[in-house]
């Protein structure tokens, strides 16, 4: 069975220090991995994706992700956190094939940055 | 700007009402979604059209009908819905297979209706 596990409902940091968002996945297949940030009252918007090729993906605004396939991870990384970066992340597995279209969420991480 | 427009964005409605949600998708792709993000619950998929024909309907209740005339339209028509329905409703969309076979693709979300039952 797939599932997207994250570590942490909520994560405080101050402006200008890294942020780091952990996300666990469990999939039979290959999977596709996604980032999405939500801003309050906003849809959600595509940060980075990883699909086989390198291991470290980069993505919009700074952020960047690393997959790490023997631990089962794709934590979410910036090396210094901006005002604007405050809103809710959510990791997610895509598995190819099958006849469903579904991605699996994990239940989000709200970040949120202190001045 | 995502490529995928949503409106309303702001919807009230009585229990009684019958109303409509329309997403429109600018990219070109063959495959488009229905998702409902609700307090505090991880996004639920409600329906999937690929190719213009339904291929997923996780249980929604028959007071959610969708119609998808063709691959850039997407609706939610609305009909006697309940307060418990009241949350932000997001429309995708993404290129897939001809098989329907569902890809690693990335899907890409419109700004969302927020939906308020009352």
């Known amino acids: 069975a797939q599932s997207v596990t994250q570590l942490d409902s909520h994560v405080s940091v101050s402006e200008g220090t890294p942020v780091l968002l952990r996300c666990n996945y469990s999939?039979?297949?290959?999977?596709?991995l996604f980032w999405y940030v939500q801003h309050p009252n906003k849809g959600l918007q595509l940060l980075l994706k990883?699909?086989?090729?390198?291991?470290l993906v980069k993505g919009i605004n700074g952020f960047e992700a690393e997959f790490k396939k023997s631990e089962t991870s794709f934590h979410l990384t910036k090396p210094s956190a901006h005002m604007s970066d405050a809103a809710e992340y959510f990791c997610?597995?895509?598995?190819?094939?099958?006849?469903?279209?579904?991605?699996?969420f994990g239940k989000g991480t709200k970040l949120s940055v202190k001045p | 700007e995502t490529g995928v427009t949503q409106t309303p964005r702001h919807l009230v409605m009585g229990m009684t009402n019958k109303k409509s949600l329309k997403c429109e998708q600018h990219?070109?792709?063959?495959?488009m979604y229905w998702y409902k993000q609700s307090a505090k619950k991880p996004l639920e998929l409600m329906f999937v059209?690929?190719?213009?024909?339904?291929?997923e309907n996780n249980s929604v209740p028959s007071r959610f009908s969708p119609e998808c005339p063709n691959s850039s339209h997407l609706f939610l028509h609305l009909h006697t819905l309940q307060p418990e329905d009241s949350a932000l409703y997001l429309c995708?969309?993404?290129?897939?297979?001809?098989?329907?076979?569902?890809?690693?693709?990335?899907?890409?979300f419109g700004e969302g209706s927020w939906l308020t039952v009352v």
């Open positions: 999939s039979s297949y290959s999977p596709s």
């Open positions: 059209y690929s190719l213009e024909e339904r291929v």
């Open positions: 990219l070109g792709h063959n495959a």
């Open positions: 997610v597995v895509r598995i190819r094939g099958g006849s469903q279209g579904n991605l699996i």
């Open positions: 995708a969309s993404s290129q897939e297979g001809l098989d329907r076979g569902f890809s690693g693709n990335t899907i890409y």
């Open positions: 990883y699909t086989s090729a390198a291991t």
